[in-house]
């Protein structure tokens, strides 16, 4: 089987791909077939390639301002000489984007989420199930026999015997349970410092010589030690594998509709702040903009921190997006309809 991705961009994806979901949702909230439907799909595969993946990261940093955000994207599945799927976005955006690396794996991989604009039709072709009623010569038959044999073990090992037709809810308790029982990844830091005690549940001291290299969190390429020096702070508490940066936070809010997108959390919060400093919110933004600050959002996806972009930045975390995200996972949104 082979998958081919085509992006209007130019970019185009083989040898990298190795899964693809496409996801059919509607809200859950209606007894009846609800006119607003949402189509996306979720691609993942390996960065260690010769093509151009480095396209996909571009496309996940274009505002929504930008007219290059929206992309055409077509997903062709084929096994043997047959096109069994192939599925075109005329106007996708880029709803997730993520990439991984493993020193011990030895390869990077990426996940796309990406969806359809609303109101857009999306095309979906396939050369399945054609009608042969001519009767196959033996060697045909056997092929037949052994192909029907494979599909049958595929197929034993999605649906259980005694329910031949799960409902929507056993697939996304199914589902629920997969993420759930997949091993829990660390976001802490481990190079570059030292923890006073507990992994996860103590003081991380940077090395004080060390220079973080990320441009955008430490555009002065300063020291841990300048660092230290500027904004007052020598090591970052961790509890339950949380850092704390309210000791060095200029501002702490609670906002309402806390969601995966980072964008409206900050506008939130800036606003949040303007009424408690009783200024605008322009003027709370211009502020951390000029003195390089960023909001913090807390694993309870509804408190931030107002805090240095450079110590924020160079201190590994999860925090409130990652927790949203892992909710809705739990929550069946990405999983309504899945192929392959």
């Not at 940066?245 to 964008?263: A, H, L, N």
Request: charged share 30%; aromatic share 8%; glycine share 6%.
């Amino acid at each position: 089987m082979a998958y081919k991705v085509s992006i209007s961009d130019g970019t185009v994806l083989q040898e990298c791909i190795e899964h693809v979901n496409f996801n059919v949702d509607t809200s859950n909230d209606y007894n009846s077939r609800h006119t607003n439907v949402t189509n996306s799909m979720i691609i993942t595969g390996k960065i260690d390639t010769e093509e151009g993946t480095t396209n996909l990261y571009k496309w996940a940093l274009l505002s929504g301002t930008n007219p290059d955000c929206y992309k055409s994207i077509t997903v062709e599945y084929h096994r043997a000489t047959k096109l069994l799927r192939q599925v075109s976005f005329s106007k996708a955006f880029v709803i997730d984007y993520t990439e991984n690396y493993s020193n011990h794996a030895g390869t990077g991989t990426f996940t796309l989420y990406v969806r359809q604009l609303q109101g857009k039709e999306i095309e979906i072709t396939s050369e399945e199930g054609s009608k042969n009623t001519a009767t196959p010569e033996a060697p045909q038959v056997k092929e037949t026999v052994e192909s029907l044999q494979q599909k049958v073990a595929i197929v034993s090992n999605v649906l259980p015997l005694n329910k031949k037709n799960p409902n929507i809810t056993d697939k996304l308790a199914e589902k629920k349970k997969e993420i759930q029982d997949t091993p829990k990844l660390s976001y802490l830091p481990k190079n570059n410092g030292k923890w006073s005690g507990e992994e996860g549940n103590s003081e991380w001291i940077p090395d004080p010589d060390f220079v973080p290299k990320n441009p955008k969190s430490n555009p002065e390429q300063l020291s841990w030690k300048q660092i230290s020096a500027k904004y007052g702070v020598s090591s970052i508490l961790f509890v339950s594998e949380q850092p704390d940066f309210s000791p060095i936070s200029k501002g702490t809010v609670e906002i309402k509709d806390f969601s995966s997108e980072r964008d409206d959390n900050f506008d939130s919060a800036d606003e949040e702040l303007a009424v408690k400093r009783g200024c605008t919110k322009a003027d709370v933004r211009r502020w951390r903009k000029k003195n390089k600050y960023t909001w913090h959002e807390r694993k309870d996806c509804k408190t931030m921190d107002k805090v240095p972009t450079c110590v924020h930045g160079n201190i590994t975390h999860s925090g409130g997006i990652s927790e949203t995200k892992k909710r809705r996972r739990l929550n069946g949104e990405y999983y309504r309809c899945c192929f392959w």
